[in-house]
Nanobody, 124 residues
Framework: QVQLVESGGGLVQAGDSLRLSCAAS????????MGWFRQAPGKEREFVAA????????YYADAVKGRFTISRDNAKNAVYLQMNSLKPEDTAVYYC?????????????????WGQGTQVTVSS
């Protein structure tokens, strides 16, 4: 079992930055892919970014490419999402997710564990 706890959300203005953290506990050695997803009110959950444990390959949604950076610290069992140049359309609940294995890191169905989410609100 893996437990994921997100933190770092908040209310910011457009153009500001935030850094989300996801602390993992439990059998963390078992999972390979860590991802961030987000869900805005009335919308489906959408992929934001993902990173593989082996090699550190990263993936990004087009909407955040160049603004967001995902990273992980395996020693601390943590994954981070640095969000720069935030826009009002980035407003959503952000979820951390872990997968034992997936060849489609952008597909939420490939993930085995999810955190409870952290709210990010960007005002214009």
């Amino acid at each position: 079992q893996v437990q994921l706890v997100e933190s770092g959300g908040g209310l910011v203005q457009a153009g500001d930055s935030l850094r989300l953290s996801c602390a993992a506990s439990g059998h963390t050695f078992s999972y390979n892919v860590m991802g961030w997803f987000r869900q805005a009110p009335g919308k489906e959950r959408e992929f934001v970014a993902a990173i593989r444990g082996s090699g550190g390959t990263t993936y990004y949604a087009d909407a955040v490419k160049g603004r967001f950076t995902i990273s992980r610290d395996n020693a601390k069992n943590a994954v981070y999402l640095q969000m720069n140049s935030l826009k009002p359309e980035d407003t959503a609940v952000y979820y951390c997710a872990a997968a034992y294995y997936t060849d489609r890191p952008g597909n939420p169905q490939g993930y085995d564990y999810w955190g409870q989410g952290t709210q990010v609100t960007v005002s214009s």
